[in-house]
């Protein structure tokens, strides 16, 4: 980091958090398109091999471009915090081909066959899958439990030793159900367990767990911290920094979980208009949320930033704005809410969120398809639920839609 004095917003962070590592002076991070690195000579090949710096050999090892963009995201996450002996928090991250490989790296490398995982009932898709369709055949055990309710929290991991890690997703996917951060971590580190946060919906921006004491972050960079929806990728970041180094590094490597230099260059250029970015996408969510909560067509909405939101108090308590998703029902249900889809003419149909323009989904159908009915209702997931990712379009243009498509 060049910077000595201390930056004091997160626009300067994400611009100012890395070195540019390269022999011509470019300005920008360049793309290092290069499968592997060459050795100047057999003796520093051989002390590259015995040193620290692992990232120089071959590319599913590492890359100059990830580096850029790992340095640039642990800045943004550790951003303000630190230690107890009043030093800044240093994080290492690492950046992989998706969120579900940087989910997988945190699965294998802290859990060994025998050993559980706790987690909420409301989770992305692919993370429940990932529990209860991969893990459970490699012999590890996932409790889901409401999360929300500490005290239940602290009787199954009493009852519980197997547990090990429990993982937190706030907001979670799609209810926008919120999970005090501060509280479940103050239990989980009575019983020594290890504590992973899903905060892609927030955002470092929104909301940084470290400061709660958790072990892990985990984001799938595909959503917001991309921002523009031209590349699929995942982070895992921790203050363990001998552990990111050694065992989950190794993990990442082995099972073939690295990024590619063109899309840590996507994602580069994503991460410098993050504040901006996110300063458009809540201001305009918090107006859709509003008009869609006082719609006479609209039945329900699940938003964290409306007061009759059951989690808009830890919302309100551990981020600094509730964020840019939401879902909700159109009364009349399944058919209703295909009916609204179909209507709108400039908000698109796709899933995944965090994109600059607003997009829709239908997460029964969609994203939650692989998870039971039985379930999916147990999490809220109803047959007629919508969810939105609001963009950064011009608001009148985005109510206008809406109405028009409700009519
Ligand atoms: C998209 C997403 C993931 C998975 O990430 P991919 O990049 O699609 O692999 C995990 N968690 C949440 C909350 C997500 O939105």
């Not at 070195?19 to 991070?29: F, G």
């Not at 410098?272 to 458009?280: A, C, G, P, Q, V």
């Not at 209507?343 to 159908?365: F, N, Y």
Request: proline letters at 4%; hydrophobic letters at 40%.
């Amino acid at each position: 980091m060049k910077h000595v004095f201390p930056l004091t917003g997160i626009s300067s962070v994400a611009l100012h958090s890395t070195r540019a590592e390269n022999a011509e002076y470019a300005h920008i991070t360049p793309i290092y398109a290069t499968s592997t690195f060459t050795f100047p000579s057999a003796e520093e090949g051989m002390e590259r091999f015995a040193g620290e710096d692992k990232s120089r050999i071959y590319g599913r090892w590492g890359n100059p471009t990830f580096t850029a963009a790992e340095e640039t995201i642990a800045a943004l996450e550790a951003f303000g915090i630190m230690n107890s002996n009043g030093t800044p928090l240093q994080l290492k991250a690492l950046l992989h081909a998706s969120g579900q490989a940087a989910m997988t790296t945190l699965f294998m490398s802290t859990l060994k066959a025998g050993d559980a995982v706790l987690s909420h009932y409301s989770l992305y898709g692919g993370t429940y899958e990932l529990l209860l369709k991969v893990l459970q055949n490699a012999g590890i055990e996932t409790i889901i439990a409401d999360l929300r309710d500490t005290t239940q929290v602290e009787d199954i991991i009493k009852k519980n030793p197997a547990i090990k890690l429990v993982h937190i997703e706030t907001p979670a996917n799609p209810t926008i159900q919120c999970i005090d951060i501060a509280a479940v971590t103050q239990i989980a580190k009575q019983y020594h367990k290890l504590v992973s946060v899903d905060n892609t919906f927030a955002t470092p921006y929104l909301q940084q767990p470290f400061k709660f004491g958790v072990d892990f972050v985990f984001h799938s960079t595909t959503k917001f911290l991309n921002g523009h929806g031209t590349a699929i990728g995942g982070v895992l970041i921790s203050k363990d920094i001998e552990f990111m180094q050694t065992n989950a590094w190794k993990w990442q490597v082995l099972l073939g979980g690295n990024s590619n230099p063109f899309d840590a260059f996507l994602l580069m250029n994503g991460l410098k208009t993050l504040e901006l970015r996110m300063d458009r996408h809540c201001s305009n969510a918090k107006a859709v949320a509003e008009f869609l909560d006082q719609h006479p067509a609209i039945e329900k909405v699940n938003y964290a930033g409306l007061s009759t939101h059951p989690d808009y108090a830890i919302a309100t308590k551990q981020m600094k704005h509730p964020g840019a998703l939401m879902s909700f029902e159109v009364n009349g249900g399944l058919e209703a809410g295909k009916q609204f889809i179909d209507k709108l003419q400039m908000c698109v149909r796709a899933i995944s969120l965090g994109t600059l323009d607003t997009l829709l989904s239908h997460p029964a159908s969609m994203s939650h398809r692989g998870v039971s009915k039985e379930e999916r209702l147990k999490f809220g997931i109803t047959d007629g639920l919508i969810r939105l990712s609001v963009g950064i379009e011009n608001i009148t243009d985005i109510l206008n839609d809406f109405e028009q498509a409700l009519s």
